[in-house]
């Protein structure tokens, strides 16, 4: 008898990546430890790898990164940005590559792994960083959206008692961990606003500054942030900030 013997580098790897994962403990998701991992990455004098986020004890996201600490500080600020999240379940491993390794730790084989004991809920379901883009605004949630809707008293700060509503809604879209979408010309936007007495979080100061624009503006408020444009639109998902419903 004879064959063809097919070797598949990808997957040996993936294998090996994902016995050295399970080796390792989990991190606590924060800034400390993710300090600790730019450091490593400078003393191992290279940035890519692979990771994955644990919640509540289990996996739930599995991700191949150019830089690994950079992409697990995207996945901080999201996360903290998100209503229910208790960041003290969530963790972290991470395993960093060798450049002539990289391109052979397959990340939808590292996925499958995971997929297939159950784990790995997040991937593909929303939480991955890319923008829905202008016009998915107000679609229905995915499941990570609808699961975790964003903190609508995340706090922004660093405004002084005075400020234009561009100033106001440029340092909202600055500071929350989410999407915060808006069109406001310089016209409009220029007036000045008093904040001595709103409260500086991101609900709070988008009225404001869109009470202030009057009549003709729309902020809306979805389960994956907050969209200020002159328009008047029906939402099948989403709750109308302003103008007020009667």
């Not at 644990?54 to 150019?66: D, F, I, R, S, V």
Request: charged share 25%; glycine share 8%; with cysteine.
């Amino acid at each position: 008898m004879f064959e063809y013997f097919h070797f598949s580098l990808p997957r040996a790897v993936t294998e090996q990546l994902v016995e050295r994962l399970a080796a390792l403990t989990a991190t606590p998701l924060n800034e400390s430890a993710l300090r600790e991992l730019q450091a490593f990455q400078s003393r191992s004098k290279t940035c890519q790898g692979v990771y994955v986020i644990y919640h509540e004890g289990a996996a739930a996201y599995a991700g191949k990164a150019e830089n690994t600490a950079e992409r697990l500080f995207q996945h901080l600020a999201k996360l903290s940005g998100r209503s229910g999240m208790d960041m003290s379940h969530v963790g972290f491993k991470a395993l960093l590559l060798d450049e002539n390794w990289s391109t052979s730790a397959n990340e939808d084989l590292l996925i499958g792994h995971f997929k297939k004991l159950g784990e790995c809920r997040w991937n593909g379901i929303g939480f991955g960083p890319k923008d829905p883009g202008k016009n998915r605004d107000g679609s229905k949630p995915n499941w990570f959206d609808d699961t975790y809707p964003v903190r609508e008293d995340y706090p922004v700060g660093g405004l002084s008692s005075e400020a234009s509503i561009l100033e106001v809604l440029a340092a909202i879209k600055a500071r929350v961990p989410y999407l915060f979408r808006y069109e406001v010309p310089v016209s409009e936007g220029s007036k000045i606003l008093r904040l001595k007495m709103v409260p500086q979080t991101a609900r709070d100061l988008a009225c404001h500054a869109a009470a202030a624009l009057g009549d003709g503006w729309q902020l809306m408020l979805f389960k994956n942030g907050f969209t200020l444009y002159k328009a008047v639109k029906s939402y099948e998902h989403g709750i109308q900030l302003h103008p007020p419903k009667r």
